[in-house]
């Protein structure tokens, strides 16, 4: 019988869809011989069609598990359980040219309890996978040193306080305990943001709006700065007249706002200018879709070096710090998903004196559920 590329397609657009598939699909008849596959099996496979076509699949897509057991042999589509309707992704390896595939079968009857008559595996390239174990990997990696640094502080403050509490006096022991509280507030505020970026990459990050008076949420916040030992001329509030209230979650707000102060304080230079204003119908990018309409523009700016506009996009980002440290890199990732929560907006611009600008756009309408 002569196999051709064509065979067991209803018609010729299946075998068009076939070839939209991103993964490799190849499919074998109740004797395993291969009845057809798409270009994509072809590519992975590392052969042409015209030496697959036909071909004893468990030869031509010889696959084996990591103790290289072969997997037809384990699986035996053909002479297994008659219940069995196929088997779920699993990574394997190709034995002719050792590549990494992500495979899921699928066995098709021609009627119940009745033998395989046709059977599918779809193939994938692990080489993403790796990469996104190698991402994470990376993330723990910088997890641990972001942890790394306060755990030992406080570890060795602590120590040496229990073991040499009478050698030291009254001054020493309260900044070795003023080193050890704002050690231990770095930590606990690093394990909050690892928790909201679960939730946000998760999308079960909630918010409970409520209306906001921007301009005394821009006091409260300068007035903390000032008790941390900041100088009052280190900030400037602009709130425009009759401005209307926010519709936003009261602490994550809050949140929102430290993360950028800090952020404004820590890589900016100047004045940190803290701002507000009525939003234009289109923002000021133009429209945005997939965004509810916004009310309110909040400002965050410095009189920095500012961002550069090939980076502005990369900001948001996990664990990206730019051309210095400091940080954990998380902080902006957390606004940007705090703000989208709240169906927001932020952005990064250059200010007026041509550092860096954050851009909130925010609701100043309550959400529909709760008109």
């Known amino acids: 019988m002569d196999f051709k590329p064509g065979m ?33 099996a072809t590519r992975i496979l590392g052969r042409p069609r015209e030496e697959l076509v036909g071909a004893d699949i468990r030869e031509a897509v010889d696959l084996q ?3 290289g057991t072969s997997w037809w042999a384990a699986t035996d589509p053909w002479n297994g359980l008659r219940i069995r309707t196929g088997h779920r992704e699993k990574l394997l390896m190709l034995r002719h040219n050792g590549r990494e595939v992500l495979v899921t079968a699928k066995y098709l009857r021609p009627g ?14 692990a080489l993403y996978r790796r990469r996104a174990e190698a991402e994470n990997a990376a993330v723990i990696s910088t997890v641990a040193h972001e942890l790394r640094s306060p755990l030992t502080s406080v570890k060795g403050f602590s120590s040496t306080l229990l073991r040499r509490w009478d050698r030291f006096t009254d001054d020493q022991k309260r900044l070795m305990l003023e080193t050890i509280e704002a050690d231990a507030d770095r930590v606990t505020r690093l394990i909050t ?15 409970r709006p409520l209306p906001i008076d921007v301009g005394a949420v821009f006091h409260r916040h300068v007035e903390r700065a000032v008790a941390s030992g900041l100088e009052r001329d280190r900030f400037a509030i602009e709130v ?8 936003a979650d ?42 509810p309409a916004v009310g309110v523009d909040l400002l965050v700016s410095d009189q920095g070096k500012g961002i550069a506009p090939d980076h ?38 250059e200010s007026p004196t041509g550092g860096a600008q954050f851009r909130l756009s925010l609701p100043s309408e309550p959400p529909d559920y709760l008109a």
């Open 8 to 40: 067991l397609m209803d018609n010729e657009s299946a075998g068009i869809a076939a070839e939209l598939i991103p993964d490799g699909l190849v499919a074998a008849d109740g004797d395993g011989r291969i009845l057809f596959l798409n270009t994509r």
């Open 65 to 67: 598990d990591s103790d």
């Open 112 to 125: 119940r309890n009745q033998p395989v008559n046709r059977v599918n595996i779809l193939m994938r390239d």
């Open 193 to 207: 943001e690892l928790l909201d970026v679960s939730r946000i990459d998760s999308g079960r990050l909630q918010v």
């Open 240 to 247: 425009s007249d009759e401005l209307p209230e926010v519709w």
């Open 250 to 291: 009261p602490d994550r707000l809050d949140q929102i706002l430290s993360n950028l102060i800090e952020n404004a304080i820590r890589h900016g230079e100047g004045v940190v200018t803290l701002g507000a204003a009525r939003a234009s119908a289109d923002g000021a990018d133009g429209p945005d879709r997939g965004h």
């Open 312 to 349: 502005r996009n990369l900001v948001f980002s996990r664990f990206w710090h730019g051309s210095g440290r400091g940080s954990t890199g998380l902080g902006l990732y957390v606004v940007k998903g705090l703000v989208e929560a709240h169906g927001g907006r932020v952005r990064v611009e």
